[in-house]
């Protein structure tokens, strides 16, 4: 009891002494940024209803963040399901949600597939991104199925740019280790080569051409991904079979025609890999071989035929492809390829001051050529329309959508309903509360639907959407160079669907879950002066399972989402030298709904110097993980320790 007590005064000091911060003022530099994720009509993101977060770019330099799942690890409410070091899987969760409940955008464009329902962000490229927007929350009032959790929205840049070439090497020190087991153990000795574990290169460059801008960046990676861990019978192991060989590229252009903006972008990425399975089913004969390609073509207008309508028009077409080979079991090999399109029309009309309409639709199809699931496809369309009035210093924001899909549930073909209701009050210059009430839901993914009836595994074509109530109220502060945000939320989840065996003992899945997740986040950010400035944030989350018999009475949390997380961040810019810290903590995480097994706590802190040699060439040093703690975000999949990154970075 003493421990838990002293645990309840730790968290409630914490808590007090944000909100004691929440009424420091200093006046400086002033904390702003422009943002779309939240809503269809621009505005600050101080106004916009639901909890919100950007990744600046200069966010993204500062924490020296050479991958998308790197830039993301500070966000509050954010949490990354990582099976290991670069080229791993990596997918996000926000608020305790599964990671096939986020959505996730390329301006503004899905980039979920329709097979599992998943993103890879170690397969997204950092180099070609500005900025990264975050919306907590429900969004398929706006977005359409799969934003339960909320949508991260990806940001590319668009502004001209010199040429920038980075360079960099990553380094674990060097360590004994053992291999083998039982007669066959044996000690190794040090290993020199995994000082150069791994390189990276990558370039960007955004020059004008008259009128138009033209965008090109590119990348490559290697590594050997060969780090030490601690195995569950406490010995030192290498990780193997877990390289990774990876290019990216993309090309895009923008120019002004008539009285708008077209702009055409593409983009592809390639990734060779080794798949090393998880640390008790090792599977040393694996590979995997991802490639994807996405083009997208837009036209925007902030004034269209009047002065008081817009337009924005965008067509995209995507393919993935993953092959999964196992030597040394051919049975598992897979082959999946995805297809996908989409148009998208969306307009603003100014119909007054104080009100102001956003409305759209768009239609996608998506197909799979799949050794599990076969050759299914789906085509969807919907219709959404926001509204923003104005009155004084409140802001109310309806939104409502409508989308179909051809293809499950013949209980439910009418495909879903979403809707939101966000309420803004300004109380002064620097206070504003919020309001947000949504209904959001999951589109049942081609894996749920159809996976053949084979090998103890069958699919279930009569599910419904999964679905979501969310209620979220929040304070912020804006006053100078800080910035203190507080928001508490509930959001009820029903008709989860569950993968799990019936009586046949065949797995198969059903609506059958229910979920409470009653959280808080609280965020804070503050130039301490000219040099130094700091951020943190921490998340509450309280989630409780409310299927297969349990109810709130039984007090059981749902599995990897843990009670506490906290993130912070120091940093110093000079004219020469620059640096930061950042820790990151998460509190233990069970594995199950029976509470018994976990994963612990675990706390992470990483390092970057930065040296400005001329004006136009800069030498980094970054030590992620630098207490090497040993610890797993996925059950079975070490994460790396201590690893040393120095790099170089020139503009020409």
């Known amino acids: 009891m003493a421990v838990r007590t002293r645990r309840a005064a730790y968290w409630a000091a914490l808590f007090v002494s944000f909100a004691i911060v929440g009424a420091w003022p200093e006046p400086s ?31 993204i330099e500062a924490r020296g963040a050479t991958t998308v799942a790197a830039a ?16 791993s899987l990596v997918a996000v969760s926000l608020r305790g949600s599964t990671t096939n409940q986020v959505l996730v955008l390329i301006d503004g464009v899905r980039v979920n597939d329709a097979l599992t329902g998943l993103v890879d962000l170690s397969a997204i490229p950092l180099d070609s991104v500005d900025r990264i927007e975050v919306m907590r929350g429900g969004g398929s009032s706006l977005y359409g199925g799969d934003a339960v959790g909320g949508v991260v929205n990806i940001i590319t840049k668009r502004a001209s740019s010199p040429l920038v070439l980075m360079l960099e090497n990553g380094s674990y020190l060097p360590a004994r280790r053992v291999s083998g087991f039982g007669f066959n153990k044996a000690e190794g000795g040090m290993d020199a080569r995994t000082l150069a574990d791994s390189q990276k290169a990558s370039l960007s460059w955004a020059p004008l051409l008259g009128a138009a801008k033209l965008r090109f960046s590119g990348g490559a990676t290697r590594a050997a991904n060969a780090f030490t861990f601690i195995d569950a019978n406490g010995e030192k192991r290498e990780r193997q079979n877990a390289s990774l060989l990876g290019a990216d590229a993309s090309l895009g252009l923008t120019s002004p025609v008539g009285s708008g903006t077209f702009s055409a972008d593409a983009s592809f990425s390639y990734g060779s890999k ?3 399975g998880s640390e008790s089913e090792p599977t040393l ?5 991802d490639g994807s390609a996405r083009a997208t073509i837009r036209y925007s207008a902030e004034r269209f035929l009047s002065d008081l309508l817009s337009l924005d028009a965008v067509a995209h077409a995507e393919y993935a492809g993953i092959d999964y080979i196992d030597s040394s079991a051919p049975a598992g090999d897979g082959h999946h390829k995805i297809l996908a399109a989409g ?21 996608d199809y998506a197909s799979a050529r799949s050794d599990s699931v076969g050759s299914p496809s789906r085509f969807s369309g919907g219709t959404y329309a926001e509204g923003a009035f104005a009155l004084g210093g409140l802001s109310i924001r309806p939104a409502i959508r409508y989308d179909y899909s051809s293809d499950f549930s ?12 966000g309420v803004s009050c300004r109380l002064s210059e620097a206070d504003v509360l919020k309001l947000n009430l949504s209904r959001a839901y999951r589109v049942p993914t081609f894996n749920d639907l159809y996976w053949p009836s ?7 074509p009569g599910l419904m959407p999964e679905t979501a109530y969310e209620a979220d109220f929040g304070f912020e502060r804006r006053l100078g160079s800080l910035r203190y945000a507080a928001t508490g939320y509930l959001r009820y989840s029903e008709d989860v669907i569950l993968w799990q065996p019936g009586a046949d003992q065949i797995w198969r899945p ?3 879950g229910a979920a409470l997740y009653p959280g808080i986040e609280q965020e804070i950010a503050a130039r301490l002066s000219e040099r130094y400035s700091i951020s943190a944030n921490y998340s509450y989350l309280y989630s409780c399972v409310l299927s297969g018999g349990f109810s709130l009475s039984d007090d059981k949390r749902l599995p990897m989402t843990p009670l506490h997380s906290l993130k912070a961040s120091l940093s110093y810019e000079g004219e020469r030298l620059s640096w930061s810290a950042t820790g990151s903590y998460a509190g233990l995480r069970y594995l199950k709904t029976a509470n018994v097994d976990y994963l612990p706590a675990y706390f992470t802190l990483d390092a970057l110097a930065r040296w400005r040699t001329t004006k136009s060439a800069s030498t980094y040093v970054a030590v992620d993980n630098l207490f090497d703690e040993q610890y797993e975000i996925v059950d079975g999949y070490p994460m790396p320790g201590t690893k040393i990154r120095i790099g170089i970075e020139m503009k020409f």
Not at 343 to 363: C, F, K, P
């Open 274 to 276: 080794g798949s090393p």
């Open 410 to 421: 013949p209980l439910r073909p009418l495909g879903g309903i979403a809707g939101s209701l």
């Open 72 to 87: 993301l690890g500070g966000v509050a409410g954010l949490s990354l399901n990582a099976k290991g070091p670069e080229g």
């Open 29 to 59: 530099l002033e904390l702003d940024s422009v943002t779309v994720t939240a809503s269809r009509i621009s505005e600050s993101s101080s106004e916009t209803p639901p909890a919100m977060s950007v990744v600046t770019r200069a966010d």
């Open 510 to 512: 059903s609506n059958f």
């Open 285 to 289: 004969g694996a590979a995997e071989v």
């Open 343 to 363: 148009l998208e029309i969306a307009q603003r009309a100014y119909a007054a001051d104080w009100l102001t309409l956003a409305y759209g639709a768009s239609g």
């Open 454 to 460: 084979e090998g103890g595994a069958a699919g279930n």
